[in-house]
């Protein structure tokens, strides 16, 4: 049995931003991580997968890009690198290797059972990712079992999917990259679209993430939002990380052959049954994209940035060539393969502590659970728009280190 005041599970970017946290704050700690540093980046990624957030923002406590291109965008290789170099930056206590097998009370704190043995500690903090197991809708049992069915972190490029045709169902920012590039691998590509954010790579002349930054969009906090609710659920920015800076929307998606079809709603066999709300989709996705384009030109003409930057640029509004199906027969179109793009859920059958809602998330506020020392990290607008990306779980970070350097204290 070893003793630490902190266990911290998981060694992704929350993780370490975590780790340096407590290592300034001066609180004894380890962070135990099953694979190695980066795991996620290693393990669940696609060949051709790189930031849609430029190497500029990618700041965590203490580090921050410092080469040679700020505007572009890291590839996979580059992302592990970058958290490795973080990690050794500050020496932080990373045991590789080591599952979590269970979180346990014991006496006033926790026991955490790995399976390189066990560690007492008061405090715990949860950095298993948002984005931890693919979520595939149940009516994928009922598919054709001669259709592949694939999930983004099983997908490594098209070569890999069987020939022929293939459904793409999702068009957030991974399911209009991997329609993109199976489309442009040769294949006929569908792509089944729900509520999705589309939004322009650049904007007068800068990144679209240049200005969400400059306006704060990105720290506003949880108590800032109309409905917290509504907020966590918002599907991903429907964006690349490309050297050209490409606009990868519904419309260019469309321009090189892609076709578009509502959302998928029911499977029987060789048969999928789609929603007639392409149309409604894309249309509220437009009128929140001209909203935030309307509240750049104000922030731009407001700061005094209008002279600087590019006039205002027309929106395009999608327009619907035809009425898209409300069914597809995979055989008789030749679609031989499923990729599901349809987010994520988190699994925590290891947290033997009453702290999992009925959905299995774990009730939290701010990350702050209601078992005392209890703390999770890197979830989706935990505490800001943007705590799950790399650029703002250090915040969250010194909060949290905050709240529980005070809970060990009481505690002491
Ligand atoms: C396809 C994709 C693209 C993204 N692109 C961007 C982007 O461009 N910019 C950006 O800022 N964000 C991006 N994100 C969001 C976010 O940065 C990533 O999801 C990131 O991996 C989250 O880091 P994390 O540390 O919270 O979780 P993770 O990276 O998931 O790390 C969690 C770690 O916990 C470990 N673990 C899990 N269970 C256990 C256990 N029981 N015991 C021990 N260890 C365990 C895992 O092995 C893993 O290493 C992207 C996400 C995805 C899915």
Redesign the pocket.
């Known amino acids: 049995m070893r003793r630490t005041e902190t266990v911290v ?8 931003a975590m780790s340096r946290c407590l290592a300034d704050a001066g609180v004894d700690h380890v962070v ?4 190695r540093v ?4 290693r393990s ?2 696609w060949d051709s ?1 790189r ?3 430029p190497n500029w ?2 700041r965590l406590p203490g580090f921050r890009y410092d080469g040679p291109d700020p505007d572009g ?1 890291m590839a996979v290789p580059e992302v592990v690198d970058y958290l490795g170099r973080y990690a050794r930056s500050f020496h932080a206590p990373v045991e590789e290797g ?4 269970a979180v346990e009370r014991a006496g006033g704190g926790y026991r955490v059972t ?1 399976d390189r043995g066990a560690w007492d500690a008061a405090s715990v903090v949860v ?6 197991t693919p979520f595939v809708p149940g009516m994928a049992r009922q598919l054709d079992p001669d259709v592949a069915q694939v999930v ?1 972190s099983g997908y490594r490029n098209p070569r890999h999917l069987p020939e022929g045709g293939v459904l793409v169902v999702g068009a957030s ?2 399911g209009v990259q991997l329609a993109d590039e199976i489309h442009a691998s040769g294949r006929p590509v569908t792509l089944a679209v729900g509520r999705h954010t589309r939004l322009p790579r650049v904007y007068r002349g800068r990144n679209i993430l240049w200005w969400l930054d400059a306006m704060g969009v990105f720290d506003e906090s949880a108590a800032e939002v109309f409905d917290l609710a509504v907020s966590r659920n918002q599907p991903s920015l429907q964006l690349v ?1 490309r050297s050209d800076h490409a606009t990868l929307d519904l419309p260019a998606l469309e321009e090189r052959g892609v076709r578009l079809v509502g959302r998928v709603v029911g499977a029987e066999g060789p048969r999928v049954s789609l929603a007639d709300d392409l149309v409604a989709h894309t249309a509220a996705s437009d009128v929140r994209l001209a909203r935030l384009l309307q509240r750049i030109d104000v922030f731009a003409a407001r700061t005094g940035l209008d002279a600087e930057v590019a006039p205002p640029e027309d929106f395009r509004p999608f327009l619907w060539p035809a009425p898209p199906p409300t069914e597809i027969d995979l055989r008789a179109e030749g679609i031989r393969a499923v990729v599901w793009a349809t987010g ?1 859920r988190r699994l925590y059958p ?1 947290l033997k502590v009453p702290v999992l809602d009925e959905r299995g998330e774990i009730r939290h506020q701010g990350g702050v659970t209601a078992l005392p020392g209890l703390y999770v ?2 979830l989706y607008f935990l505490r800001r728009r943007k705590s ?6 250090g915040q969250d970070a010194l909060d949290l280190t905050t709240h529980l350097a005070a809970h060990l204290r009481r505690a002491a």
Do not use: K, M, N
């Open positions: 599970i998981g060694g992704g970017q929350a993780g370490l135990l991580e099953r694979g980066a795991e996620r980046w669940s990624s997968l930031l849609l957030t923002q990618s965008y080591t599952s979590v097998l790995t950095a298993t990712g948002h984005c931890d983004p920012s991974t990380g994520f290891w990290i890197g799950s990306f790399i650029d703002g779980v």
